[in-house]
Every structure is written in structure tokens, then in C-alpha cells.
């Protein structure tokens, strides 16, 4: 019993750093409508930076933080540029058409993306070349014990600060002027043109703040760790587009969901059937979203967008 | 109130509008009419500021818009109620209309025009609440007209405003434009629906294969020969002889 409990509760911490990785993920995905492959890569980089200023100048926890979100803003500027500037409106094909952008674009920042992220790697590697590098934790990692369970104070911070970014900013996209012109923009581009919103700035800083955000779940993710390899950018693209699929893409709520779901299942699985196991249960669970039929899947891209 | 001269707008190296002139003055309805595929929804979207001309002019209250954003196009107070309405699906009846409100930073009185569009339409009022993807083609039509009037304009565009509705809805619409005639907003409608469009307009072009063919006003002409001389081609035909 207490075993499946500490199972439990590792469980959902490690589901708030895979919500934290996910949110980022379904921002992009509710604002623009398009998948970003170079998601993972971009705070990968991010974190690099971070990394090589911990080692090169012993910056401190706090600044390698900051470095770590700003790089992912600028390095996401540069992926947005690329891969996502909004186009001119076609109305060949937008017009007549109330359905979400499913347009040969998509098809195009996919496969840039796909290139940005090979070398976004390529320059990580090239920062730091080797294989394993030390990224400065948050705090000294000694448990906190409440009877036989134990707890890790940073893990608990971060779950926290995942649960809270959450429903802050899926209140705010809800309520504020600024998230309904998202809202708006993401469902009709054409429409939020005609009332007069700046659809590509919008979608610019909606961008950002995607970017802002996985750099924050890189630092926080990797402090944990205490280490950043190459594969990260790659780790966190796939962790997180399995928690945001599972919360429904798109889903800001959703993501918190999708991680908390992918956690517990991870942690009991790895306890039970082992490492491969895990894994085999993450790719079951894609699967099987994917498969079912799900009424929050369908609404997910169309209607709920940011709900 | 609007000039266009010599307007002309491509889609790639289809050629939709080939060099378009009219005028619609202020007070007054004026009823754009033709064909499928004349090029009507493209002027439109080129008078929104949606599509680039290649060139010509549109002149608002005097003042050119070729070359401004959309943005800028609504804050001058010209709005258009797009073809096939496109609301916005996923939000409800009243955050449409505030979107609808986006230029406008007066917030109580934006407040008031969202209570006075629920006055005026009164099935909207009933669905405030309602997301507008589950609205009837006609309610989301009435949200479309009401979208586009929060944002106060001069000079209202709808773009077939009536395209598959049943009659009584049409009928509904149709005094709407004349309700808002009479309160001193000036409207520009592309029609399909000429019976209708020759009720309520003081003034009508015909629009055929991107270029105006003919103009006039409401009782100048039969309606009958008007709509055979629009729609069955017959201009078309003796143009077409050497």
C-alpha cells in the first residue's frame, strides 16, 4: 500500500514536469494550428546555453534560468520566422471553409521544422561537444520524509509551479481580450483578419510564449536531472506530444491531464515490467488515443483550442 | 462615400477582377449583382484589405485604402460580413461580438452595443451563451451582420448575405438591411438573390467575368430582363458575336 502510494506520488511529480513540457507544446498547437517539430531541439539549445554558462562562468541557478528562457524566446523567434510567419490569407482557400487551417502550409512547417530541428541539435553539439553536460540543480536534493513516503522538495516546487502556470494561463486565454483574439485567430484566420485583429503579431507572441514556456520546463526538467545530453531536444518533443495528445492537442487543461495520466502510468509501469516496459506503456497510450474514438480528441484541434 | 476606379485583383494568374469602377454613395443601399465566379466575393475581400490589387484605387470618405491592413480598413468604419458568414465557431454568440469590437477600446460602451445587438436580434440574446458553430445558417448570419457592426461602421459590406437560407430567413435579413438603411448606415451587398437586392437598393451594378457591364437604378429597368441580362449570359451571347 505504501509502495503504490510513493508510486503514486512520483507518479504525479513527474507528470507535472510532463505537463510543463506539454504546455508549450499545445499553445503552439492551439495558436497556430501547426505541429512544431523543432519544439523539443529549440529548448534544447536553450538549455545548452544555460549549460555552457554554468561551466564556462559558474553562473549562478537563477541566471541560468533566465539565459535558459530567453534563449528559447530567441531561438523560437528564428524557428517562427522560418517555419510559421503567418502567410498571406489565401482565400482560395480559407474562404467558405470554416474549418481550422488544414492547408498545404502544414504540410510545409512540418517538414521545415523537421530541418530546423536536426540543426538546432547540430549547433548544440557543436557548443558543448561532449556527450554529457552538468546543468546546476535547484536546490540541494536531500528527501523530505513523511512517514515511509518520501518526497523531493524541487520535484514538488516544479508539480506545483506546473499546476499553477496551468490554470493561470488557460483562466487567462479564457477571460482576457488578449486570449479571445487568440482564441479567435486560431479558429478563423481569415475572420479575425476582417474584425481587425493583428493576426500575425498575435500569432508571433503566442509563439513566444510557447517558446518561453519550454524553456522553463527545460531548466526545470533538467535541473532535476543535473545533466543535458543532445537527446533531450528529442525526449521532450516526444514526452511532450504524448501528454498533450493524450490531454487532447491543442488543450491547455488538457496538457496538465495528459501529464499527470503519462506520469502515473510511467511510474507504475517502470515498477512493474521495468524500463522497457515504461516505454511500451507510453506508446500504448499514444496508440491508443490515437485509435479510440475519444469525444475530447475530436473536440480537441477544432473546438476546444484553448479551453 | 466609396470610389473604386479601375480596381483589379489576380489569384495567381486567374485574373478575377479586371479593372472594376463604381461608386456607392452614402445613405443609400447599392446592390452589387452577377454570376457565379463574376468576381463579386473577390472585390469584396480586395475592398477588406484581404487581397492585394494589382492596381487602381478605393477611395472611403476620400481617403485611400489600397495598401492599408484590414485592421486599419475597420478602424476607418467600413466592415464586411463575409460570404458563408464565418463566425467564429468555437466561441460563443457574445464573444463573437466582442471580437467583433477588437478596434474599440470603449469598453461600457461596447457593454451597451452588445445589450443593443441582443435587442435587435433577439435570437442571438436567447443563445449569448451558446457556442456559434451550433447556431442555424440564419442565426449565424444575424451574428455575421451583428459582428461586423460592433465595430460602429460608416459603411456596412455583406457579401451574399441571403446565399443559402429559406425564404422566410432571407425576408428577415433583408429587413434588417433596411432597418439599418434608415438609421443612417450606408451598405454595400453583393446579391445573388436580385428580387430581393432590387427591393432595398436605390442603386445596382451588374457584375460579369470581373469587369461592372451595367449599371442603373430600381425601376428603371424590368427586373425580369435585369436578371435574364445577369444571369443567363445574354449580354455574354452578343458580345460574343463578331
Redesign the interface.
Known amino acids: 500500500m505504501t509502495q503504490a502510494l510513493q508510486l503514486l506520488i512520483d507518479g504525479v511529480l513527474s507528470g507535472g514536469s510532463y505537463a510543463l513540457v506539454a504546455l508549450g507544446l499545445s499553445l503552439t498547437f492551439g495558436s497556430l494550428r501547426r505541429l512544431n517539430l523543432a519544439y523539443g531541439a529549440t529548448a534544447m539549445l536553450a538549455a545548452y546555453v544555460g549549460a555552457w554558462l554554468h561551466a564556462q562562468y559558474q553562473a549562478p541557478v537563477w541566471l541560468v534560468a533566465l539565459a535558459v528562457v530567453a534563449s528559447a524566446i530567441l531561438t523560437g523567434a528564428y524557428v517562427e520566422r522560418l517555419c510559421f510567419a503567418s502567410p498571406?490569407?489565401d482565400?482560395?482557400q480559407s474562404?467558405?471553409l470554416?474549418v481550422a487551417g488544414a492547408d498545404g502550409q502544414e504540410v510545409v512547417a512540418l517538414a521545415s521544422s523537421f530541418a530546423i530541428w536536426m540543426q538546432l541539435e547540430q549547433l548544440a553539439v557543436n557548443l558543448l561537444p561532449r556527450h554529457l553536460n552538468t546543468f546546476p540543480s535547484l536546490a540541494a536534493a536531500q528527501d523530505w520524509q513523511l512517514g515511509e513516503l518520501s518526497v523531493r522538495p524541487d520535484r514538488l516546487l516544479i508539480g506545483l509551479a506546473a499546476v499553477a502556470l496551468t490554470l493561470g494561463l488557460a483562466a487567462w486565454i479564457e477571460r482576457s481580450?488578449a486570449g479571445?483574439?487568440w482564441?479567435?485567430t486560431a479558429?478563423?484566420r481569415?475572420?479575425?483578419?476582417?474584425?481587425?485583429?493583428?493576426v500575425a503579431r498575435l500569432q508571433a507572441v503566442g509563439f513566444a510564449c510557447a517558446c518561453a514556456l519550454s524553456g522553463l520546463a527545460a531548466f526545470a526538467v533538467l535541473s532535476l536531472d543535473g545533466q543535458v545530453t543532445p537527446m533531450f531536444g528529442m525526449w521532450m518533443l516526444l514526452k511532450g506530444l504524448v501528454a498533450a495528445m493524450l490531454g487532447g492537442l491543442g488543450s491547455i487543461r488538457g496538457a496538465l491531464w495528459g501529464g499527470l495520466v503519462l506520469g502515473v502510468a510511467e511510474s507504475f509501469s517502470q515498477e512493474l515490467w521495468g524500463a522497457q516496459g515504461r516505454e511500451l506503456c507510453t506508446y500504448g497510450l499514444l496508440l491508443m488515443v490515437l485509435v479510440l474514438p475519444w469525444q475530447r480528441l475530436r473536440r480537441g484541434p477544432?473546438?476546444?483550442?484553448f479551453a | 462615400m466609396l470610389e473604386i476606379a479601375d480596381l483589379a485583383t489576380a489569384?495567381g494568374k486567374i485574373q478575377a477582377l479586371k479593372g472594376v469602377s463604381l461608386t456607392a454613395k452614402a445613405n443609400q443601399v447599392t446592390c452589387l449583382l452577377g454570376p457565379n465566379g463574376a468576381g463579386k466575393?473577390?472585390l469584396m475581400?480586395t475592398l477588406?484589405?484581404?487581397?492585394?490589387p494589382q492596381r487602381g484605387s478605393v477611395k472611403f470618405e476620400g481617403e485611400e485604402l489600397v495598401g492599408l491592413?484590414?485592421?486599419q480598413i475597420?478602424?476607418r468604419g467600413m466592415?464586411?460580413v463575409?460570404?458563408?458568414?464565418?463566425?467564429?465557431?468555437?466561441?460563443t454568440v457574445r464573444?463573437n461580438l466582442?471580437?467583433?469590437a477588437?478596434?474599440r477600446r470603449d469598453n461600457v460602451a461596447i457593454r451597451s452595443d452588445i445589450e443593443a445587438m441582443f435587442a435587435r436580434f433577439p435570437r442571438l440574446g436567447e443563445r449569448q451563451e451558446q457556442?456559434a458553430?451550433t447556431l442555424s445558417g440564419g442565426e449565424q448570419q444575424m451574428l455575421a451582420v451583428a459582428?461586423?457592426l460592433?465595430?460602429r461602421p460608416r459603411l456596412l459590406l455583406m457579401d451574399e448575405p441571403s446565399v443559402g437560407l429559406a425564404p422566410m430567413v432571407v425576408a428577415e435579413i433583408f429587413s434588417i438591411v433596411r432597418q439599418l438603411h434608415q438609421e443612417g448606415v450606408s451598405l454595400f451587398i453583393v446579391e445573388q438573390n436580385a428580387h430581393m437586392a432590387l427591393k432595398v437598393a436605390q442603386h445596382f451594378y451588374l457584375m460579369e467575368q470581373g469587369s461592372v457591364s451595367f449599371s442603373g437604378n430600381p425601376g428603371e429597368l424590368a427586373a425580369d430582363e435585369l436578371i435574364q441580362r445577369a444571369y443567363l449570359g445574354q449580354q455574354r451571347a452578343q458580345r460574343s458575336e463578331p
Open positions: 498571406r490569407v482565400p482560395t474562404r467558405g470554416p481580450r479571445l483574439s482564441r479567435a479558429e478563423l481569415i475572420a479575425a483578419h476582417l474584425v481587425g485583429m493583428p477544432l473546438n476546444a483550442g | 489569384y466575393s473577390t475581400l477588406a484589405g484581404i487581397l492585394r491592413t484590414p485592421a475597420v478602424a466592415a464586411l463575409p460570404e458563408n458568414r464565418l463566425v467564429f465557431p468555437g466561441l464573444e466582442l471580437a467583433g477588437y478596434k457556442r458553430g459582428r461586423a460592433m465595430s
